[in-house]
Nanobody
Framework: QVQLVESGGGLVQTGGSLRLSCAAS????????MGWFRQAPGKEREFVAA????????YYGDSVKGRFIISRDNAKKMVYLQMNSLKPEDTAVYYC?????????????????WGQGTQVTVSS
């Protein structure tokens, strides 16, 4: 069992930066692939980024590639999402997710555990 708690969301102007954090509980965090997803009002949940248990494999969604950076600290059981050059279209609730696998996947249904989400709003 893994519990996830996101933090770091807020209101930022276009071009600004935010760093999201995800704190995980559970003894086997280092066995889990981790992902970040987002969901805007009226839209489906969208893949943002994912990282393998070792951190050696990373994927990004096309809309955030080159602007966002995912990282993890297994000793602290933390996952981070550094978001730079933010745009109004990045506005959404951002969710942290865990997948009990060494394989990194981009699909929503492949993740076993989810946090409650943190709101990110980018003003124009």
């Amino acid at each position: 069992q893994v519990q996830l708690v996101e933090s770091g969301g807020g209101l930022v102007q276009t071009g600004g930066s935010l760093r999201l954090s995800c704190a995980a509980s559970g003894r086997t965090f280092s066995n889990y692939a981790m992902g970040w997803f987002r969901q805007a009002p009226g839209k489906e949940r969208e893949f943002v980024a994912a990282i393998s248990p070792s951190g050696g494999t990373i994927y990004y969604g096309d809309s955030v590639k080159g602007r966002f950076i995912i990282s993890r600290d297994n000793a602290k059981k933390m996952v981070y999402l550094q978001m730079n050059s933010l745009k109004p279209e990045d506005t959404a609730v951002y969710y942290c997710a865990a997948r009990n696998s060494m394989v990194v996947i981009r699909t929503v249904d492949s993740y076993d555990y989810w946090g409650q989400g943190t709101q990110v709003t980018v003003s124009s």
